[in-house]
């Protein structure tokens, strides 16, 4: 009778002790500097290539850090830049990738409220862990954005590869 009382009190201090993990986490995260540095080396590839763009750079959780807008592309391409960064995070790969990757859900992932399915995200990564990502519209394909995205990360490649 005595076990019954005390077995029940036993499993309930065991349980109540906290599993191994770690309470406290340790990130990395992009400074407002990386993140502009990334945006002004995107938006100058592509005018130099005669395009006008949309770049949005966003941090590990998908908020917006930089958004830039050449003189004459529209606030749609804003919007497009971003959806594309955003897909980013939720993959971790390319946007182009992550279209190709998920073409059996395509159409679905599309209906995902802040992400599209289109070339022109990359992921920026420092010392290994996803930290932002940087989208491109308004060049005349995905592929074209995604090279102007892809130079504004190598610009800043040496800062990011050295990053604690």
Same mark, same amino acid.
């Given at each position: 009778?005595?076990?019954?009382?005390?077995?029940?009190?036993?499993?309930?201090? *065991?349980?109540?002790?906290? +599993?191994?993990a =770690?309470? %406290?986490?340790? /990130?990395? &995260?992009?400074?407002l500097?990386? !993140? @502009?540095?990334?945006?002004?080396?995107?938006?100058?590839?592509?005018?130099?290539?005669?395009?006008? *763009?949309?770049?949005?750079? +966003?941090?590990? =959780?998908? %908020?917006?850090? /930089?958004? &830039?807008?050449?003189?004459?592309? !529209? @606030?749609?391409?804003?919007?497009?830049?971003?959806?594309?960064?955003?897909?980013?995070?939720?993959?971790?790969?390319?946007?182009?990738?992550?279209?190709?990757?998920?073409?059996?859900?395509?159409?679905?992932?599309?209906?995902?409220?802040?992400?599209?399915?289109?070339?022109?995200?990359?992921?920026?990564?420092?010392?290994?862990?996803?930290?932002?990502?940087?989208?491109?519209?308004?060049?005349?394909g995905?592929?074209k954005?995604?090279?102007?995205?892809?130079?504004?990360?190598?610009?800043?490649?040496?800062?990011?590869?050295?990053?604690?």
């Open positions: 009778m005595r076990m019954k009382r005390f077995f029940p009190m036993l499993l309930g201090i *065991v349980l109540s002790f906290p +599993v191994q =770690a309470d %406290v986490l340790n /990130v990395k &995260l992009m400074t500097d990386l !993140a @502009r540095d990334i945006a002004n080396h995107t938006l100058e590839t592509c005018r130099k290539q005669g395009y006008q *763009v949309a770049v949005v750079v +966003v941090d590990r =959780a998908a %908020v917006p850090q /930089v958004v &830039l807008r050449d003189v004459y592309v !529209a @606030r749609f391409a804003i919007e497009i830049a971003e959806r594309k960064a955003n897909a980013v995070i939720l993959s971790g790969v390319s946007s182009g990738d992550f279209r190709k990757n998920r073409a059996d859900i395509h159409a679905e992932l599309n209906e995902i409220s802040g992400v599209i399915l289109m070339a022109g995200g990359l992921p920026i990564r420092a010392g290994g862990s996803l930290i932002g990502a940087v989208g491109v519209s308004g060049a005349p995905g592929e954005d995604e090279a102007c995205a892809a130079a504004g990360i190598k610009a800043v490649q040496e800062r990011l590869d050295f990053a604690e």
